[in-house]
């Protein structure tokens, strides 16, 4: 238990929000005293916009003193976050996967990307992750919604597609006729429109 300096509540040590500075771990304000506190601080006028402009500086700041060092955390911290995947187990991947795309036909390398990495493929319903892919193998594989079968039918679709042999064949004399036909006898849409029905 713990009293609010504020509202002088006595209150369980879970109302007060965590603070590490604190010998106690907590603020000295319960949490609802310390929202309140929170939004008075930041409806002065013109202090919203200050804290903005200021962290937005420190984090520009962070950015321009190591560009790549700053892109690489905020990757690593993605993928752990994301996936639990620490950079060095990406490494390994990359490395079994002989430093490229893992489809078998394709040999795209990380540096063949636009941002020098290949992608983390993984499995929408369970989260296992499955490899690295090239972007376009990957949006691939996200567009077919990991469904085998669509890919499948996407592989019949190349070997034999519908419309061989129905358009693109040579035209007939009659088909060359009509398209050489003046203007003048060939109806437009427009005069179709305005002929009255019969």
Known sequence: MKRCVKCRDIKP?????????????????????????????RAKPGRAEAIRQYQGNRYRAWRQADPEGTAALIRARAQLRRYGLLP??????????????????????????????????????????????????????????????????AVEYLAKPPARGLVGAEPSATDVAKLEAPQSETPNLFSLLQTPAV
């Open 13 to 41: 040590i879970d109302a007060f929000p965590h603070d590490r500075r604190r010998r106690d771990g907590r603020f000295p304000y319960c949490k609802e005293c310390h929202c309140e506190n929170q939004a008075s601080f």
């Open 88 to 153: 060095e187990d990406y490494l390994v991947m990359l490395n079994a996967q002989g430093g490229e795309c893992a489809l078998a036909h394709c040999h795209r390398k990380p540096e063949d990307e636009l941002h020098g990495r290949l992608h983390v493929d993984h499995c929408h319903a369970t989260g296992e992750i499955r490899g690295l892919l090239c972007f376009s193998h990957n949006a691939m594989l996200g567009q077919a919604q990991d469904r085998a079968e669509l890919l499948r039918d």
